[in-house]
């Protein structure tokens, strides 16, 4: 079954991150397909790879990154809510003068529009939201 | 209808228009500080065990762990599932709705 | 047109103390290009998004509710909100702007976008969805 | 002391918890989302109504016309203050606290 | 010592469903080198942070029950607990994890520091603060 | 008098950012004094300089700052909620080897540690906190 996950929240304030995380990965184990992860709302703080949990934490992002990279799994950060946030990618931070180097969209994730979420919805058979 | 609810029911009211907009047949799943729903003899409890007759209910059993509720302060027919159980609720229900 | 998916857009959360019904506006916006068949659902806080006279001057915040009222230009025209939940709050559905639409099938005549229901009618509106989004 | 609310009082126990831990003589200041509590008729109006008796009420007004609550739809006895007023009931009270 | 202040930490949220509970921790872990009058209240779902037996190894957050029993190291000795709280929670004082530290002005005895209370012992407690901090 | 306020949520998903800084304002028109504002939690998201709002919408993060430069605030990001989260200054960011540029901290907001709100409660007449 093709499943798609919604994450409204950022890492460590609210647990949605943690939870759609356990959840992704145990629609892997089960042997279900990922069409995508899309962050929305402060959801978008996820991807970025400026984060330094505590060493003896867990790092949400490296998690995210790293299951993304093992399953070729499409992690989609919305770009409306991602500026206002000040998640950017080098395109991004070009466009925007915030200086060379300022990019700090992390590995495995991309931004792209509102649209993803919408053709996920159309494209999957089951969408689970995670949020506040 | 598979209903997820995440929150506190002693903090919000998002359990109770859970529970008011349920229909027979539904499943009802418990996750993060949702599953202090599941509680034996709280204020609660009664709306809970009330509602057990028209829909089921299910608790994420890690969440209840991390949160120190004994297995048998759960109320009687809250089944507890894990990660892989909330995908097969998710996947056995045509539709989900998450009630943030 | 193979393809029609039923989409529920659930509102249960107050404009401005938090962003979500703005970000969920947003959502609504950009899923009206896909031609899908859409509604929106406000009930508990979220029939508050509805009311009218909102004058968001003196809290230094952008005011969206015009833009409800521009739904109908977007081919989403129905709203169901919930009278249960307008009532324990003192509220009735003339607290709330009018929100219309131009029928298309009926000689582009100007409708009603909110559909009043109460909570057993929601709940049937909650079970005829294929995806239910909430924020 | 001063006591901010910022929250619905139809979504969460705040406002509620607060009351119960007014003292007589204390001010709340309903803010943000906290202001719905302010509205007459409602189904939390007759609990504020009573604790007025006890403590004083106030509404920050910019968030009162933010969500489009009319002056009439406002309890009698709730006093609209804006944020000069919000700073002093602050320099007012020796203490304050936010019911987050 | 002419600047003792009463500090009071409000904890009315539950612990892991968000972080609240944990970075208040913090801060009473540094705010305990500052040598000010600290206590802790517990009530609402505040009091779900002290419940014995939590096990987060399901869930893949670090668990941080365990800081609370550190707290009388660090001087951090009155942990008002609201029993109202508990009694609507299904909870009882048993269902809490054991919490003391030693009187350094009593043989460093090992005293409790939980202190039971009712709402209006509660209030009376906020009552008396200087400064009031809520996550 | 002396004012110190808390800020412990994000800036555009909850109101609190705007309440505080309507607040701070209003503090300031009154003739006290500002001793104080510390960024806790999300609310160090305030002090990203990376952040885009919608050119019709307003820019928290830059009202925060010309606040400060208008009046010498004294903004303080909490070190520990800014690491979790993804918000460094230029030491921070080489120390963690995030690369040259990537530093993100905002004009007018420094990074410190808890020990700064502790102090604030201590030297200031008010203190008071916007939150979720």
Known sequence: MKFSILVNEGPYTHQSSD???????????????????????????????????????????????ELAAAHALDLVVCIAAAQRRGVLDEGEAKRHGKGEGAANIAPGFRISGLGQLI?????????????? | ?????????????????????????????????????????????????????????????????????????????????????????????????AWL | MADVRRFLYINRKAPYGTIYALESLEVVLIGAAFEQDVSLAFLDDGV?????????????????????????????TKLYVETDSLATRGLTLDDLQAITFEDENDG???????????????AKVMAEQDVVLSF
């Open chain 3, 108 to 122: 582009y005549t100007e409708k009603p976008s909110i559909i009043p229901v109460n909570k057993a009618e929601m």
């Open chain 1, 119 to 132: 053709e996920m919805g159309i494209q999957s058979d089951r969408l689970v939201v995670f949020g506040d």
């Open chain 1, 19 to 65: 939870s759609a995380l356990q959840f992704a990965r145990a629609v892997l184990d089960k042997g279900h397909e990922i069409y995508r992860v899309f962050f929305y709302h402060d959801g978008v703080n996820n991807g970025t790879r400026l984060t330094v949990p505590p060493v003896d934490d867990r790092n949400l992002q490296k998690r995210w990154s």
């Open chain 2, 1 to 97: 209808m598979l209903h997820i609810v995440n929150k506190s029911p002693f903090q919000t009211s998002t359990l109770q228009s859970c529970l008011d907009h349920a229909l027979a047949g539904d499943a009802i799943l418990l996750i993060e500080d949702g599953v202090y729903a599941a509680i034996r003899g709280s204020a609660v409890a009664a709306a809970v065990t009330e509602a057990k007759g028209k829909v089921t209910f299910h608790a994420l059993g890690p969440d209840i762990a991390a949160r120190g509720i004994a297995p048998e302060k759960l109320i009687d027919g809250v089944t507890s599932v894990d990660y892989g159980g909330f995908v097969d609720l998710v996947a056995e229900h045509q539709t989900n709705q």
């Open chain 3, 48 to 76: 508050f998004q509805l009311a009218k006279g909102q004058d968001t001057s003196g809290i230094g915040m952008k005011g969206f509710s015009a833009i409800y009222r521009a739904l109908g230009d977007y081919g989403v």
